[in-house]
DNA sequence: GAGTGGTCTAGACCACTCG
DNA sequence: GAGTGGTCTAGACCACTCG
């Protein structure tokens, strides 16, 4: 691991842990730098990764600032980085199962050939899957994902994490996701099995997963209850 | 403008008129130092700064490549940064008109206290606005400001833009946001106002804007008609 | 093995904030 | 004027990719 990333680590501990409470100033980089016996560069490197994660704000003269926003007590971590929604679950020590309602590989539409950058010769997975958790259903999930990206996906990577076999077992790098959120009426496939009423929206979460080589790898569109599931994330500017 | 910026500018207009097309690599970062006659350490900053923008993926060994993700030809840039409604529009060449049901100053209850970190006694504009796009009604939006730092505010600011107002003329500088995206049933008022049916969603946005000194200056919830607007954006990893 | 980008240093100059 | 962070340099070493 770099030094600056260590830095940043135990940085980041301090500002949790109220060592330096918010409001405050953050040791000058001057001091930082004797502290940690690195150059400036490498501290302000470290200072650089908390400014994007909202910790602090440096003012060039001024200092740099220990920023006490409501949302350091929030868990949106999870939200901003693509880990898959067991993983996502997981973390927040919440029970997710996800029962697996058709698994059928064939060649894509016209849509999915333009989302996933396919010919209409180059077959995909098409995956649908009710999420539910805590014995409640509340995503029904729709997924697409080309062939050969993907080898050998099986009936039980869908019901424990895909996520986790392409990242660790294929070893594909996640490069970011585009998404789109919206809202929608429920359909009479959306009411069967989210067990909704027929008035009830349901928010609609499209996203396209793209590898770090750039090529999409996952086109999936959910369907979540409205009164289970929001969708937040902090955006920061640079 | 610094060096590395000058020069990301530079590489982001070739990229985007093809001199580099997609799929190919960059040229390396040591023809780069001679072409600029910069050191290298600020060639790498500028492209740090395309790569945060999703524009290019740079490999340790194997050179700094060209992405070509779909959503460069969208306009998604106007959804990450916070600049308001009327100045994405404006931007977009779209009409927007913004007509005000309600503006008061009040004293703010329980929850928009603890959104804007406010006692009890500091006054707030509470505001009300049904936001028009090209003649159609689209959003309804409340939103809520400490009167402390927003002095002055008119009846003339929301007509055209609350945005331009405070960021221009009192010089405030934006960190960033807080968004929460959730779908909801349309209430009576809902209805009235977005001109929508009694079974239409409404796709609702909850915002906090963050000045960079940290204080929230705005706590915002905006009903959006179901069938004219999604929210889209790009999520890159780092 | 040649070429690539990632990290790091030790210094410099400067714009900015603040009292 | 003293102190702060932002930028930039010219070099170094290294991990990694690729043929």
Redesign the pocket.
């Known amino acids: 691991m ?3 990333q260590e830095i940043a680590n135990i940085l980041r501990t301090r500002i949790k842990n109220k060592t330096y409470p918010p409001d405050s100033l ?1 040791p ?3 001091d930082l730098v004797e502290e940690f ?6 501290v ?2 470290a ?1 650089g990764i908390l400014a994007m994660e909202g910790l602090v704000y ?7 600032k220990i920023l006490n926003h409501p949302f350091l007590k929030k868990d949106t971590t999870a939200l901003t980085v693509y880990e898959g929604l067991s993983t996502e679950m997981g973390k927040a020590g919440r029970k997710l199962v996800s029962q697996v309602i058709d698994f059928q590989v064939e060649f894509p539409d016209q849509t999915i050939q333009e989302k996933l950058m396919l010919t209409e010769e180059q077959p995909i997975y098409s995956i649908v899957r009710l999420r539910i958790l805590e014995d409640q259903p509340f995503i029904l999930e729709y997924t697409y994902m080309p062939v050969h990206l993907v080898p050998n996906l099986t009936r039980g990577h869908l019901e424990s994490s895909i996520y986790r076999y392409v990242k660790e077992e294929l070893g594909v790098q996640f490069a970011g996701a585009y998404r789109t959120i919206a809202a929608d009426k429920s359909t009479a496939y959306d009411q069967q099995y989210l067990d909704c009423k027929a008035d009830d929206p349901v928010l609609e979460i499209e996203q396209i997963v793209y590898q770090k080589n750039g090529s999409p790898i996952e086109f999936s569109r959910s369907r979540n209850r409205y009164d289970v599931r929001a969708y937040s994330y902090l955006d920061v500017q640079h």
Do not use: F
Request: net charge positive.
């Open positions: 770099p030094k600056y953050l000058n980089q001057t016996g690195v150059s400036r560069m490498t302000k490197k200072i440096s003012q060039r003269g001024a200092g740099t």
